[in-house]
């Protein structure tokens, strides 16, 4: 799924990125839609804990900081993408289908990767100076939860998907399935912008290619140019120097990693 060739490793790895449902199977009923949206959303998300696995151990000092910053931002997005779901989509879907076992995987895998992630924000927002930084550590502690965070991230995909064959699915055309629809659309706008417009919107931004499966999703999310503009560089200014270590510049198109410039061909 790499857009380009990478003269030196990208956030293509070590987690695999989600082909979309849509563009796999060209169906386009609303959870197969729904699915593909949360599939661009998690791989953002994906490419966000590579380009941070593929440069922990080459940040300089004087960078450090603001690496910090950026992953933590990266645990922060993690963090709220996963109560919201729990929270709000997992029980407005259980109830469109009428089904409260629909999610009983999908909540047990949480629970797998959460203590991990955990350790990860505790590493980070316990160093008593940026200079503490170790990249070796900070790996060390991506690697117990990278697998389970990972198979969970791909397998909701799946789940998702599947609704569309539920005996309780809606039927185009009724109110059940506007309702479903508006479930999706209302959830996917919202959730990115909770969990912070100063921070997770310009990450999620930054770690979205537009150029994968043939550019199919060049415009994803929609939104006039204007106010994407402004959420990158007006809202995301206060923090501008996390940004330098995101997978894709402002256009959405994938950008050598910041901390592997200097660095031997890996």
């Not at 994906?46 to 990266?74: E, M």
């Not at 922060?76 to 996963?82: A, G, I, P, T």
């Not at 959420?231 to 256009?251: P, Q």
Request: net charge negative.
């Amino acid at each position: 799924m790499t857009s380009v060739t990478p003269t030196k490793a990208w956030a293509d790895q070590p987690i695999k990125l989600i082909t979309t449902p849509q563009y796999a199977t060209k169906k386009t009923d609303i959870f197969t839609s729904g699915a593909t949206h949360m599939a661009l959303l998690h791989n953002s998300i994906f490419r966000g804990y590579n380009s941070i696995y593929q440069q922990a151990a080459h940040v300089a000092d004087q960078d450090k900081a603001d690496f910090i910053g950026y992953c933590l931002t990266w645990y922060r997005f993690v963090k709220s993408h996963h109560d919201d779901e729990e929270l709000s989509l997992f029980p407005k879907i259980e109830d469109l289908l009428q089904d409260k076992t629909v999610f009983e995987e999908t909540h047990k895998e949480h629970e797998a990767f959460l203590p991990g992630l955990a350790e990860f924000e505790k590493y980070l927002g316990g160093l008593k100076s940026p200079n503490d930084f170790s990249g070796d550590e900070l790996l060390r502690i991506m690697g117990t939860f990278q697998e389970s965070f990972s198979d969970h991230f791909h397998s909701e995909i799946s789940t998702i998907s599947k609704f569309s064959e539920h005996a309780n699915a809606p039927k185009e055309g009724t109110p059940e399935h506007t309702a479903a629809v508006t479930t999706f659309k209302t959830w996917g706008k919202a959730t990115v912008t909770k969990a912070g417009v100063t921070d997770c919107v310009p990450f999620f931004l930054l770690n979205l290619d537009r150029t994968v499966e043939d550019g199919m999703w060049a415009n994803w999310p929609p939104m006039p140019a204007p106010i994407k503009w402004g959420l990158i560089n007006i809202a995301g200014a206060l923090h501008s120097g996390w940004w330098k270590f995101s997978s894709c510049d402002a256009a959405g198109q994938p950008k050598e990693l910041w901390a592997l410039r200097n660095v031997e061909k890996l």
